[in-house]
Each structure stands twice: as structure tokens, then as C-alpha cells.
């Protein structure tokens, strides 16, 4: 498929997708959501990319919401369909199995707060803005905003932010827990990339396999989710790479671990 409102770039196992409308602060339309929708099934299946990082074009915004001109013309019958379209998208992005970190550029409202908010973890320039304004367009969160905030930055917060539409700077983002670094703009991308460089050079499966416990384990009852993590502790036992890493902690050596 041909991208017209996205770019992938592969580079050494990290794919960096944008955004690419920045006339339009990359607002996400239709087209858009459709063009995520089938990169991030891609990457998802793609065995040479191991983590990605997803940012906005241009200097001003990562992504400024859901595109208004389409919402405005919704009819009843199209906004639930609209919602669950925009769900998907960041369901997918969510249950990525390789690691997705937002580098949030600029703006991130609505639904682009809600799309950093469906990556594994956000980083952000000093310049980002972020925030849910959807009430003062008479509509509330769609695309999983009202569910996944909380759970990042609690409950109290997350209400304050959606029925007020507050917007945070980075450094606000920060001190809650929104953005876990903030680096000035020109570094962004870079200081973003060496975060996720240093993921990708411990053991693989292990990596997988703290995603998804966390991921999906965190969304179980504690009972539940600890058994899905002990699951996992016993299936690593089997990998080399848990023979090489404590070998190589014994043997006083960088490890090479091989992800099998
Ligand atoms: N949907 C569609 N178009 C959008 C958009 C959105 N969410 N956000 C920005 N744009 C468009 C503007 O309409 C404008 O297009 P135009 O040049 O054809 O008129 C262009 O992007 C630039 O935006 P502009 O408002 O001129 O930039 P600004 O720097 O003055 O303000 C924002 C930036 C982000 C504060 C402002 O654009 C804004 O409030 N956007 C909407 C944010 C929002 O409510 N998002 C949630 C949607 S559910």
C-alpha cells in the first residue's frame, strides 16, 4: 500500500512512522487512520522491525487531533462506527508486540493525545502541548481517551483534564506521568531512538514478554496477571539467551544475546 498521509522509514531494526499532513497539524482523517491501521499491521508482522517510534511532522505539531471537517459532518449513524474505526487503530498500536514509543513533537490533542496514549511509552519535546479539548466540541474522547488516561495518570487526573479540556505543557506532562523524558525539539528523535536502542540490546523474548505482561496481564485481576508473568518467567528458562545473560553477568562480559 502507497502512503499519502504517512511515512515508514526502517533503520536498523527501529521504524520511524510519521505523520505527514502538517498543513493540517497531521490530524488525523479517515484516510490517515486507515494508512496507521495498515503500517502498524505491518510492523506488527514484520520480523526485521524489533520497536518503533511514531512522531508528527514539521516543528509545530505531533498530531492535533481527529480531523473537525470530517467529525463536523458526522451523522448518528456514522460517529460510533467513526469511534470504534479510530479504537481499532489504537488497539492495534497497543497490542503491538515489539516496542511503540510516542515521540510527541509538538501538539498532541484528542485524538492524537489518545493515539500517544495507546504507545507503550511517550517521550516528548519541550515544546508539546497535550490535552483532551473534545468537550468544548460537544463530543468526549472516542478513540480510548477516556479509558487509557486514567490508567497512566489516575483517575482524579484524568478527569480533571477531560472535563476541564486542560492542557499540559511538557513539563507538566512530565511531572504526571504522561511524557516519561522531555528533550529539547532538535533532539527528540535522536535522544528517542537511543532510548529504544538501549531496549534492543537486551535479551528479545524477554522484552516481548515484559511488554505483554504488563500489556495484557495489567488489564487481569492481579491473581490472574501474576500467574501470565510467572507463565512467562518458566517459558524463559528455556532460551539461550537467559543461559547467555547470567553467564555473561558470571563471566564479567557484555552479553550476546542471539533471541532464542
Ligand atoms: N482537525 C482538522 N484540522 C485541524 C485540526 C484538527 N484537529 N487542528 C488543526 N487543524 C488545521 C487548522 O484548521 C488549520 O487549517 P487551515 O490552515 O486550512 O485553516 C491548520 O491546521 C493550522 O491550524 P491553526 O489552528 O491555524 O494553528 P494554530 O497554531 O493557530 O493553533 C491548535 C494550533 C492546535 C491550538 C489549533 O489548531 C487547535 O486548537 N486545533 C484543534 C485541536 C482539537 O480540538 N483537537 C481535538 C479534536 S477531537
Known amino acids: ?29 479517515d484516510a490517515t487512520i486507515g494508512e496507521l491501521q495498515h503500517c502498524f499491521e505491518a510492523l506488527a508482522a514484520d520480523d526485521a522491525v524489533h520497536a518503533v517510534i511514531l512522531t508528527g511532522s514539521g516543528e509545530k ?34 497490542s503491538c508486540p515489539k516496542p511503540v514509543i510516542a515521540a510527541v513533537n509538538g501538539y498532541a490533542f484528542g485524538g492524537g493525545c489518545e493515539l500517544a496514549l495507546a504507545c507503550h511509552f511517550r517521550t516528548a519535546s519541550e515544546n508539546a502541548v497535550m490535552g483532551l479539548p473534545e468537550v468544548t466540541l460537544g463530543i468526549i474522547p472516542g ?5 487509557r488516561l486514567p490508567r497512566i495518570v489516575g483517575k482524579g487526573r484524568a478527569m480533571e483534564l477531560i472535563l476541564t ?42 522484552v516481548r514478554f515484559a511488554l505483554d505482561a504488563i500489556n495484557h496481564g495489567g488489564e487481569m485481576p492481579l491473581h490472574d496477571g501474576l500467574n501470565y508473568e510467572a507463565t512467562f518467567f518458566g517459558l524463559l528458562a528455556a532460551t539461550d539467551d537467559l543461559k547467555e545473560g547470567m553467564s555473561a553477568f558470571l563471566q564479567k562480559r557484555p552479553a550476546q544475546f542471539t533471541g532464542k
Do not use: C, S
Not at 500500500?1 to 505527514?20: K, L, S
Not at 451523522?75 to 469511534?83: D, E, H, S, V, Y
Not at 499540559?168 to 533532539?187: C, S, T, Y
Open 1 to 29: 500500500m502507497a502512503y499519502e498521509n504517512i511515512r515508514r522509514e526502517d533503520r536498523n531494526g527501529i521504524t520511524f512512522v510519521t505523520v505527514t499532513r502538517p498543513d493540517k497539524l497531521n490530524a488525523l482523517n
Open 61 to 94: 505539531a505531533f498530531v492535533a487531533g481527529a480531523d473537525i471537517g470530517e467529525l463536523a459532518r458526522q451523522t448518528p449513524l456514522q460517529a460510533r462506527p467513526l469511534a470504534l474505526r479510530g479504537q481499532k487503530l489504537m488497539n492495534t498500536v497497543e
Open 143 to 147: 478513540y480510548g481517551g477516556t479509558q
Open 165 to 206: 479540556a486542560g492542557r499540559v505543557d511538557a513539563k507538566e506532562a512530565h511531572r504526571i506521568g504522561l511524557v516519561n523524558k522531555v528533550f529539547p525539539q532538535a533532539e527528540l528523535l535522536a535522544q528517542t531512538e537511543a532510548l529504544v536502542r538501549k531496549i534492543l540490546g537486551h535479551a528479545p523474548v524477554a
